[in-house]
């Protein structure tokens, strides 16, 4: 069998072909591609500053993760949304659905974005007591810049958001490319032209993300705008659409809390270690993300199939397309990681990797590594399908307790108690998806799932 008649017996349905999922994968693939790989690149530039700029950097990527992720949530909510109004042939609610929730995410953002600049020094210093002064000064040099460019993040990450839900996969990478080419060309003037260190690297991403937001409006609204969406929708909240994002995204909200908490109970554990570690840690998370650029575009997926799916009332192909999504989804994850781990003396090279810190990144990458293609699909896919069916609740649960057990209980027990130092974190990270795993296949045997409204 070809591997073209296989994926048509797999993907092939009244609601989707194989060749439409393959397209929508590919274009998905390299918009992950190149969030991941600029962001990658980004860090490697602020690791040239030397290892306190990017011990600093991941320290308030704690932090700022926890206020971004909030009105991502709202988004997704929206998300969904838009996806089970597609699939439903309901034009009206796709088009309050998206001013809605793109409105709503810039209202979350201009007040988190405002507490977050005022309050800098008082987090950094109260999360962070015993870090070397020069560390406290770059975190909150960047905490209050990453402030101010989350006002126009929130604008284009709803936006594209949206066109992700729609199965519009295009015209989001077009905008990807764009906005991450424009960042790191302003990283490259800021950081190594201008010297200007951390402080570079903020400014770069206010200027690419206010191009962004500029961008997606007009590519919404004049270029693309093949559902009538009008500047007026970004400022009208109806009860029923804005109580139905709220349903959606409210137990993303709490999970994103809970779990960026637990992110940060692991900083503040992993702050007992040197700076080299701290060092070594960023780094092996910065070029991981570049393995998961798989992994994010199967969860993107996995979400605009069930929602649409469920959308059109067609319960049998939610658990169907989901188990298919494991399946492949084992295969892809594979092939990433065999071809992207041989390359990583190349990444280290790009981050200015010392020699304390190689082998604490290698062995932390070699975990991931292995894990990743066995593990990571059972323990994410399903979340998504059963959130974009209803079942948020249930999903959020199982990340925040598996968050808990595994990388902050497990890891502190192995990184700081074992002294295995970072890779223990990781092997923590490793038993929080095989806990995710386990939790959510006995949820998703079983129909209640399906009925959650």
């Given at each position: 069998?070809?591997?073209?008649?296989?994926?048509?017996?797999?993907?092939?349905?009244?609601?989707?072909?194989?060749?439409?999922?393959?397209?929508?994968?590919?274009t998905?693939?390299?918009?992950?591609?190149?969030?991941?790989?600029?962001?990658?690149?980004?860090?490697?530039?602020?690791?040239?500053?030397?290892?306190?700029?990017?011990?600093?950097?991941?320290?308030?990527?704690?932090?700022?993760?926890?206020?971004?992720?909030?009105?991502?949530?709202?988004a997704?909510?929206?998300?969904?949304?838009?996806?089970?109004?597609?699939?439903?042939?309901?034009?009206?609610?796709?088009r309050?659905?998206?001013?809605?929730?793109?409105?709503?995410?810039?209202?979350?953002?201009?007040?988190?974005?405002?507490?977050?600049?005022?309050?800098?020094?008082?987090?950094?210093?109260?999360?962070?007591p015993?870090?070397?002064?020069?560390?406290?000064?770059?975190?909150?040099?960047?905490?209050?810049?990453?402030?101010?460019?989350?006002?126009?993040?929130?604008t284009?990450?709803?936006?594209?958001?949206?066109?992700?839900?729609?199965?519009?996969?295009?015209?989001?990478?077009?905008?990807?490319?764009v906005?991450?080419?424009?960042?790191?060309?302003?990283?490259?003037?800021?950081?190594?032209?201008?010297?200007?260190?951390?402080?570079?690297?903020?400014?770069?991403?206010?200027?690419?993300r206010?191009?962004?937001?500029?961008?997606?409006?007009?590519?919404?609204?004049?270029?693309?705008?093949?559902?009538?969406?009008?500047?007026s929708?970004?400022?009208?909240?109806?009860?029923?659409?804005?109580?139905?994002?709220?349903?959606?995204?409210?137990?993303?909200?709490?999970?994103?809390?809970?779990?960026?908490?637990?992110?940060?109970?692991?900083?503040?554990?992993?702050?007992?270690?040197?700076?080299?570690?701290?060092?070594?840690?960023?780094?092996?998370?910065?070029?991981?993300?570049?393995?998961?650029?798989?992994?994010?575009?199967?969860?993107?997926?996995?979400?605009?199939?069930?929602?649409?799916?469920?959308?059109?009332?067609?319960?049998?192909?939610?658990?169907?397309?989901?188990?298919?999504?494991i399946?492949?989804?084992?295969?892809?994850?594979?092939?990433?990681?065999?071809?992207?781990?041989?390359?990583?003396?190349?990444?280290?090279k790009?981050y200015?990797?010392?020699?304390?810190?190689?082998?604490?990144?290698?062995?932390?990458?070699?975990?991931?590594?292995?894990?990743?293609?066995?593990i990571?699909?059972?323990?994410?896919?399903?979340?998504?399908?059963?959130?974009?069916?209803?079942?948020?609740?249930?999903?959020?649960?199982?990340?925040?307790?598996?968050?808990?057990?595994?990388?902050?209980l497990f890891?502190?027990?192995?990184?700081?108690?074992?002294?295995?130092?970072?890779?223990?974190?990781?092997?923590?990270?490793?038993?929080e998806?095989?806990?995710r795993?386990?939790?959510?296949?006995?949820?998703?045997?079983?129909?209640?799932?399906?009925?959650?409204?």
């Amino acid at each position: 069998m070809t591997i073209s008649s296989r994926l048509d017996r797999l993907l092939t349905t009244e609601q989707f072909t194989a060749s439409q999922l393959t397209r929508m994968f590919l274009t998905l693939m390299l918009d992950q591609f190149f969030i991941f790989a600029i962001s990658m690149l980004s860090s490697a530039l602020v690791s040239s500053v030397g290892e306190a700029a990017i011990a600093a950097v991941s320290m308030v990527g704690t932090i700022n993760g926890i206020v971004s992720l909030l009105f991502t949530s709202l988004a997704t909510g929206g998300g969904i949304v838009v996806a089970r109004a597609k699939g439903h042939g309901d034009i009206l609610t796709i088009r309050r659905a998206i001013g809605e929730s793109t409105g709503l995410c810039t209202l979350v953002a201009i007040c988190l974005a405002s507490l977050l600049y005022v309050f800098a020094p008082v987090i950094v210093n109260t999360i962070y007591p015993d870090v070397e002064p020069l560390l406290v000064t770059y975190a909150i040099r960047y905490m209050r810049l990453m402030a101010i460019s989350f006002l126009p993040y929130s604008t284009f990450n709803a936006v594209f958001n949206i066109f992700r839900s729609l199965g519009d996969t295009r015209s989001s990478l077009l905008l990807t490319v764009v906005i991450n080419v424009v960042h790191l060309i302003l990283s490259l003037v800021f950081i190594n032209v201008l010297h200007l260190g951390v402080a570079g690297s903020g400014y770069s991403y206010i200027l690419a993300r206010f191009v962004g937001a500029v961008l997606a409006m007009v590519w919404l609204l004049a270029i693309h705008n093949e559902y009538g969406i009008r500047l007026s929708h970004f400022f009208h909240f109806s009860k029923s659409v804005s109580a139905e994002i709220f349903q959606m995204g409210t137990p993303l909200i709490f999970e994103s809390l809970l779990m960026q908490g637990g992110m940060l109970l692991v900083q503040i554990y992993l702050a007992r270690l040197t700076t080299t570690d701290l060092a070594a840690h960023a780094v092996s998370n910065s070029i991981f993300n570049l393995y998961a650029t798989t992994s994010g575009t199967l969860s993107t997926l996995t979400a605009t199939i069930s929602g649409q799916c469920f959308g059109a009332g067609k319960y049998d192909l939610v658990r169907r397309y989901c188990r298919n999504m494991i399946k492949l989804g084992r295969i892809a994850l594979l092939l990433t990681v065999l071809i992207l781990y041989p390359a990583t003396p190349l990444f280290l090279k790009l981050y200015h990797a010392t020699d304390t810190a190689i082998p604490i990144i290698r062995i932390s990458l070699a975990i991931g590594a292995v894990a990743m293609p066995l593990i990571w699909c059972n323990a994410y896919l399903p979340a998504y399908c059963i959130r974009s069916c209803g079942d948020g609740s249930f999903a959020s649960l199982v990340s925040i307790l598996a968050l808990f057990a595994g990388r902050c209980l497990f890891g502190y027990l192995l990184a700081i108690q074992c002294h295995l130092g970072v890779p223990g974190v990781w092997i923590g990270m490793v038993i929080e998806w095989g806990i995710r795993a386990m939790m959510l296949h006995i949820r998703f045997r079983g129909n209640r799932w399906l009925h959650v409204t």
